[in-house]
T-cell receptor, first 112, second 118 residues
Framework: KNQVEQSPQSLIILEGKNCTLQ??????????LRWYKQDTGRGPVSLTI?????NTKSNGRYTATLDADTKQSSLHITASQLSDSASYIC???????????FGDGTTLTVKP | EAQVTQNPRYLITVTGKKLTVTCSQN?????MSWYRQDPGLGLRQIYY???????DKGDVPEGYKVSRKEKRNFPLILESPSPNQTSLYFC?????????????????FGPGTRLTVT
């Protein structure tokens, strides 16, 4: 069964600090992995998309890494801001366009 | 502005009263999906559509229907809502891009519909 596991479930950091969120998956065959940011009560917004041939992708202060061999990904947030407080969701897709497997998300709280 | 819109945003209804949540996208996307999100369970796919008149079940389709008569619209229908369908619902659409040797799909989500069934 395809699964996506994220850790930690929740994380609290101080403003200005860095943090790293983890995503392990068992989806096979693999096509791409996406990280989303979801503010409370709003729809997820895409941060990065990576295929198996890409091992790092950046979007401003967000940097995602992918190890397709070990089926692990991480999202690194640099110099956190209060607005980074949100849920971060890892989504892994196979080649079939309509199907994706979602992780349960990591809830990040950035405190002043 | 490229966007996915959903209506209504909030809905309180009673058990058994048929309802429809509309979803529309203005990006000419082929693929559209419906998800529900519940605390501790993350986003779960209800139905998806790969093109007009092509729909398929996701992970939790029971109690829901969809239709795709036009490319831009993908309504979610609850024929006889029950309290266990109280949830936050998201519609999403995808385009198709290329990156290296694989296709990547940028997925855009709507703002969500919070449904309460009493």
């Amino acid at each position: 069964k395809n699964q996506v596991e994220q850790s930690p479930q929740s994380l609290i950091i101080l403003e200005g600090k860095n943090c790293t969120l983890q995503c392990n998956y068992t989806v096979s065959p693999f096509s791409n992995l996406r990280w989303y940011k979801q503010d409370t009560g709003r729809g997820p917004v895409s941060l990065t998309i990576m295929t198996f041939s890409e091992n790092t992708k950046s979007n401003g202060r967000y940097t995602a890494t992918l190890d397709a061999d070990t089926k692990q990904s991480s999202l690194h947030i640099t110099a956190s801001q209060l607005s980074d407080s949100a849920s971060y969701i890892c989504v892994v897709s196979g080649p079939e366009a309509g199907k994706s497997t979602f992780g349960d998300g990591t809830t990040l709280t950035v405190k002043p | 502005e490229a966007q996915v819109t959903q209506n209504p945003r909030y809905l309180i209804t009673v058990t058994g009263k048929k309802l429809t949540v509309t979803c529309s996208q203005n990006m000419n996307h082929e693929y559209m999906s419906w998800y529900r999100q519940d605390p501790g369970l993350g986003l779960r796919q209800i139905y998806y559509s790969m093109n007009v008149e092509v729909t398929d079940k996701g992970d939790v389709p029971e109690g829901y229907k969809v239709s795709r008569k036009e490319k831009r619209n993908f309504p979610l229908i609850l024929e006889s809502p029950s309290p266990n369908q109280t949830s936050l619902y998201f519609c999403a659409s995808k385009n198709r891009g290329a990156s290296g040797s694989s296709f990547t799909y940028e997925q855009y989500f709507g703002p969500g519909t919070r449904l309460t069934v009493t």
